[in-house]
């Protein structure tokens, strides 16, 4: 028996401690203290990221008629993003505190004045959270009350760091030292890692890791209409590493600086419907989400507003999810246009055109791009599926689990076998003879060490959906039949190897 299931009161930290503690994720370079913005996935972690991964490949490329894969180098030539536009403007506004040595990104940066009877009497900051605007308030009520200032506070106005003007900027104090005087203006910051390709370490040896796998598409697009079979409309697909100097990767895995997309560029004719292709990407893109086990109540859509898009854009919803520590975007759905075709045809002098066999004219296709984190996914998938609950045995004692409720297509483990004693030689036969086929198909876990009970729960924590028992009645009794345990419901049944098979061909796809 079970009471219903708890979100602990620090969601974040729970999850983190259990990424740590059953090895899913592991700080980069820990031995060493640690290195900021990156991360290793241990065992479990490996095997989620990867069902991930094949569920997006499977569903978005092997089982559509119309899209292609493609895997491009991480490091490709400088010109591809000089046309792209990343050398000249994929930047964050970047904020020095010259004190504290800390840097910020100034659109997280908040900041408002303390206003006491319509006069400005100082000024407050707090970094972007869930609560800024509570955060600011409390820091401007600290002030008023510090200084003894007589009079009505007013509602602090919030506004971004990048909004500051020129003599505001040196009364903002510096969230690290809580002084004013310390932070330098914004300036332009390019997230690009660069390194020197060959021998010269000079200015000609300039090359980037990328940080966006969707140009590997476009400068591979004359490659692959001529060499397959594709027609319009037709989408091109891609899994990789993308590398961003983020300035303050944080949040756990949800900005770091290595980290991995799944992209795929959808092209269609320039005449074609493309608001009726994007709104279909993106109902495309939230039933996916849920197919992996997101529950619709975290999900939710944002618009960018014309005024912010970039001027090619045609339009871009995010489909954000709601984390602990806020509401983010996970997923990008943009409309880009003709724009990156259009660039790298200039740059490159090599038309990106295909024929119209109907007005025998070329054109440059238009592409709808959806682009998601796989590490964001991974980050969802553990937030939305833990849960701490009371459960109450036989003997009526209450203990507390911890289960992490992965939906069975992306769960490390699929089942884990259980022979119920170790030393009962037929008994672990069987047991051992059903690990041995499960493995060929499925990621299985053997475990015949402890008490039932706590196998059960080892199990809970690493989101197996299933474990199977091998006990007295399978070996005595006929029908060749094992108690099947289901992690959520916590019920168990009887089921013959035959059924187990069908129930995973039915869930695990
Ligand atoms: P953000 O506004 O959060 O920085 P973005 O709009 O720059 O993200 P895109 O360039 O559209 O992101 O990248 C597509 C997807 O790649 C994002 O929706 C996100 O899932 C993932 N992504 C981008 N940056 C990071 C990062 N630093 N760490 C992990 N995932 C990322």
């Known amino acids: ?40 996935f241990g065992p479990l972690g490996v095997e989620l990221k990867k069902n991930i991964r094949d569920c997006w490949w499977n569903d978005m490329v092997r089982r559509r008629d119309d899209i292609v894969g493609l895997e491009s180098s991480i490091i490709m030539h400088p010109k591809v993003w000089e046309a792209s536009g990343h050398v000249a403007g994929f930047t ?91 932070l330098t203006p914004p300036r332009s910051f390019n997230m690009m890692f660069q390194t020197n390709v060959g021998a010269m370490n000079d200015a000609s040896s300039v090359a980037y890791l990328r940080p966006e796998t969707a140009q590997g598409m476009f ?11 594709v027609k319009l409309p037709f989408g091109i697909a891609q899994i990789g590493k993308s590398f961003r100097n983020e300035i303050t990767p944080r949040n756990f895995i949800f900005r770091s600086r290595e980290f991995e997309q799944m992209e795929m560029e959808y092209f269609i004719h320039e005449d074609a419907d493309w608001a009726k292709c994007h709104e279909e990407w993106i109902v495309w893109c939230e039933a996916w989400l849920k197919s992996i086990g997101l529950p619709e109540s975290h999900l939710s859509r944002h618009t960018h507003p014309k005024e912010k898009l970039a001027f090619y854009s045609r339009g871009t919803v995010d489909i954000m999810f709601k984390y602990p520590f806020g509401v983010q975007e996970l997923w990008g759905i943009a409309a880009r246009g ?134 007295f009645d399978t070996i005595e009794k006929p029908g060749d039949t094992f108690t099947l345990r289901e992690r959520d419901s916590m019920q168990q049944r009887r089921i013959t190897e035959a059924e187990l098979f069908a129930l995973l061909e039915e869930q695990v796809y």
Not at 125 to 146: I, P, V
Not at 147 to 173: C, N, S, W
């Open 92 to 182: 964050d506004p970047l904020v020095d505190c010259k004190v504290s040595k800390m840097r910020y990104r100034a659109d997280q940066l908040f900041f408002s004045p303390i206003v006491v009877d319509g006069k400005t009497v100082g000024y407050v900051s707090a970094l972007e959270s869930e609560k800024t605007t509570e955060d600011l308030q409390a820091a401007a009520e600290s002030f008023k009350r510090k200084k003894a200032i007589q009079g009505t506070l007013e509602p602090v106005q919030p506004r971004d760091f990048t909004a500051a003007r020129e003599e505001e900027i040196p009364l903002i104090p510096s969230p690290a030292t809580g002084e004013p005087g310390s």
């Open 338 to 471: 003709s724009y990156d075709l259009t660039q790298h045809a200039k740059a490159s002098g090599k038309p990106q055109e295909l024929f119209d066999e109907a007005t025998k004219k070329k054109f440059v296709p238009h592409v709808i791009e959806p682009a998601v984190g796989v590490d964001r996914i991974l980050l969802a998938v553990l937030c939305a599926g833990y849960a701490e609950e009371d459960v109450t045995d036989e003997k009526g004692n209450v203990e507390k689990r911890t289960v992490l409720r992965l939906s069975p297509r992306i769960a490390p483990v699929k089942v884990a076998v259980l022979p119920l004693i170790k030393n009962k030689e037929l008994l672990v036969a069987r047991a051992k003879d059903l690990y041995t086929k499960l493995k060929r198909k499925y990621a299985v876990n053997y475990d015949d060490g402890g008490a039932i009970g706590k196998r059960y729960r080892r199990q809970d924590e690493a989101g197996t959906p299933w474990c199977v028992t091998i006990d």
């Open 219 to 229: 400068v591979d697009f004359k490659n692959v209409t001529d060499t397959t079979r």
């Open 1 to 40: 028996m079970s009471s219903p299931a708890a979100e602990p009161a620090n969601l974040m930290e729970a999850v983190v401690s259990l990424a740590k503690r059953r090895g899913f994720i592991y700080q980069s370079s820990e031995i060493y203290g640690g290195f900021n913005g990156f991360f290793d």
